[in-house]
């Protein structure tokens, strides 16, 4: 069983810096692409980050950009994404996922953890 398990979020002032973390398991993501989506209350969910997971290669999307660092540890099978310079606007329910790198759709998703950035 394919399971993502996000960890990390929480409450953090303005400026501040929070790391999540993704625990994969049940499979090898050797050859997907894994990303991080976001999603505010009354709000659709976005795209965050993503990497791909044999070659690291990386992108972000513009309002993170320089902020955030999206990594992964092979060893670990673990995904992370290095959250700084927060922002009340980066308040939301954070997701990993994980799409083959060939689809456009993300096929496993984790539960999700809180970010909170207070004024």
């Known amino acids: 069983q394919v399971q993502l398990v996000e960890s990390g979020g929480g409450l953090v002032q303005a400026g501040g810096s929070l790391r999540l973390s993704c625990a994969t398991s049940?499979?090898?993501?050797?050859?997907?692409?894994m990303g991080w989506f976001r999603q505010a209350p009354g709000q659709e969910r976005e795209f965050v980050a993503r990497i791909n997971w044999n070659s690291g290669i990386t992108y972000y999307a513009d309002s993170v950009k320089g902020r955030f660092t999206i990594t992964r540890d092979n060893a670990k099978n673990t995904v992370y994404l290095q959250m700084n310079s927060l922002k009340p606007e980066d308040t939301a329910l954070y997701f990993c996922?994980?799409?083959?790198?060939?689809?456009?759709?993300?096929?496993?998703w984790g539960q999700g953890t809180q970010v909170t950035v207070s004024s």
């Open positions: 049940g499979r090898s993501f050797g050859g997907y692409v």
């Open positions: 996922a994980a799409r083959f790198v060939v689809s456009t759709r993300y096929d496993y």
